[in-house]
């Protein structure tokens, strides 16, 4: 079983910044991409960025050059640097990890999410 647990959500001003970290815990073989979606009251969850083993990111153009997803595959954990943010921004980010089995199978776990709340 694999675990993940997200950790850095909070209230930040508009044009704020925060860094979301999430770790993923258990019986890992091997992680392929790790990311970070997002949910806002009434709409569908929605990918914020998504980086793959080989360091390659991937976002959205609404967070394009504000935030920033990292990984330490040493921590088997993810971050996400979300600068000039903006109240549309707020949301419950969820934390996502796609894993390999010694088998090659492929899986997905999420975290619980963490709030981000960007208000004045």
């Known amino acids: 079983q694999v675990q993940v647990a997200e950790s850095g959500g909070g209230l930040v001003q508009p044009g704020g910044s925060l860094r979301l970290s999430c770790a993923a815990s258990?019986?890992?073989?091997?992680?392929?991409?790790m990311g970070w979606y997002r949910q806002a009251p009434g709409k569908e969850r929605e990918l914020v960025a998504l980086?793959?083993?080989?360091?390659?990111?991937t976002y959205p153009d609404s967070v394009k050059g504000r935030f920033t997803i990292s990984r330490d595959n040493a921590k088997s954990t993810v971050y996400l640097q979300m600068n000039s943010l903006k109240p549309e921004d707020t949301a419950v980010y969820y934390c996502?990890?796609?894993?390999?089995?010694?088998?090659?199978?492929?899986?997905?776990?999420w975290g619980q999410g963490t709030q981000v709340t960007v208000s004045s």
């Open positions: 996502s990890v796609h894993t390999v089995s010694r088998a090659g199978f492929g899986y997905a776990y």
């Open positions: 258990g019986s890992i073989f091997s992680i392929n991409a």
């Open positions: 980086i793959t083993n080989s360091a390659i990111a």
